[in-house]
């Protein structure tokens, strides 16, 4: 826009003055347009690769555990490991095997370690580096297979601290509805969150080392409340 009120009135002033100097300018303005009509936008690049090393394992051919590797483009799908999970077993590997459900971290489905650190998938983001995002199972528990790991002994331990209410006292009135103060309800802050995903019980040494006798952090965590 602003070239081409320039070059009006250039173009005026020549029909009134045929100078070699209003010349150049009109010259100049012309070739400087041109150059910039040449210059392009350096392309952005339409691909982010991103690779994931993930643990297998497949009972039906007993062999040793295996990290296998996986490449996907990152702008093919959602930004949480579990959205590069579902990817990698619908277009690349479906024999890849892992538990899901909610995909909101209400669950607990989808707990996993994820380089390192245990977590869900469904609330772990995809890290944007540029080296290998590792996928192991929950640490020290019995594999399934591949990402999926044997519950028993977890759910076992939980059942064991009767995690149900129970009154000391009868009440007044057969059938009359218990109703809970906010006093009481406050109480339970910190405690009703957990949703036995057991990655707490997994991060824990001493769980690890005696996963039949210690209950362990999320069970302790509900006996508590």
Not at 25 to 39: F, N, Y
Not at 84 to 92: H, Q, Y
Not at 209 to 225: C, D, T
Request: hydrophobic fraction near 30%; include cysteine; charge should be positive.
């Amino acid at each position: 826009m602003a070239s081409t009120i320039l070059k009006r009135a250039i173009t005026n002033h020549l029909s009134s003055s045929s100078s070699t100097t209003s010349r150049l300018i009109l010259l100049r303005a012309h070739a400087s347009e041109a150059q910039a009509q040449q210059v392009t936008p350096k392309a952005s690049s339409t691909t982010s690769l991103k690779k994931f090393q993930i643990y297998r394992w497949n009972p039906d051919t007993p062999s040793k555990p295996e990290l296998k590797e996986y490449e996907i483009n990152l702008k093919e799908c959602g930004p949480m490991v579990l959205d590069a999970l579902i990817k990698i077993k619908n277009d690349i590997d479906p024999s890849l095997t892992f538990r899901r459900s909610c995909r909101e971290g209400i669950c607990g489905s989808c707990a996993m370690n994820i380089d390192g650190c245990n977590g869900l998938a469904c609330l772990t983001k995809i890290p944007s580096e540029d080296s290998n995002t590792t996928i192991t199972p929950l640490p020290h528990m019995f594999v399934i297979k591949d990402l999926v790991v044997d519950m028993t002994n977890f759910y076992n331990q939980y059942k064991s601290i009767e995690p149900w209410l129970k009154r000391k006292n009868p009440p007044e009135e057969k059938g009359k509805e218990i109703l809970q103060s906010k006093k009481d309800r406050a109480k339970l802050d910190g405690m009703y969150e957990c949703i036995l995903c057991a990655c707490c019980s997994t991060s824990c040494p001493s769980y690890w080392w005696n996963p039949e006798s210690y209950l362990g952090p999320a069970a302790l965590l509900h006996a508590n409340r």
